[in-house]
């Protein structure tokens, strides 16, 4: 099975940035590709941001565009998201897993992270 480790988050003033990671205990054919989640208390799991593995593909939500950055490391089986100029806003808990390549957006059942948390203070 495989197992999606997201480490990174803690509390951050705003302003403040913050990178986070997703390390793949190994990669498999559905994991084409990969992305970014959050959701805040109360609300439903939003999309974040995806890539492909060799960054040919990337997408984000049009709200955090210039804020926050996708990146991948093959040889480390790993994504990362560094976010910058957050806002209290962002507080979630950030999740990683595996996305459909053609549809970024769309996760791939049964290949998610636990989630790391992410609180940013005003």
């Known amino acids: 099975q495989v197992q999606l480790v997201e480490s990174g988050g803690g509390l951050v003033q705003a302003g403040g940035s913050l990178r986070l990671s997703c390390a793949a205990s190994?990669?498999?054919?559905?994991?084409?590709?990969m992305g970014w989640f959050r959701q805040a208390p109360g609300k439903e799991r939003d999309f974040v941001s995806a890539?492909?593995?060799?960054?040919?593909?990337?997408m984000y939500a049009d709200a955090l565009r210039g804020r926050f950055t996708i990146s991948s490391d093959n040889a480390r089986n790993t994504v990362y998201l560094q976010m910058n100029s957050l806002k209290p806003e962002d507080t979630a808990v950030y999740y990683c897993?595996?996305?459909?390549?053609?549809?970024?957006?769309?996760?791939?059942?049964?290949?998610w992270g636990q989630g790391t948390q992410v609180t940013v203070s005003s």
């Open positions: 190994r990669r498999t054919f559905s994991m084409r590709a």
């Open positions: 890539t492909t593995w060799n960054g040919d593909k990337t």
């Open positions: 897993a595996a996305v459909d390549p053609v549809n970024l957006l769309k996760p791939v059942l049964g290949y």
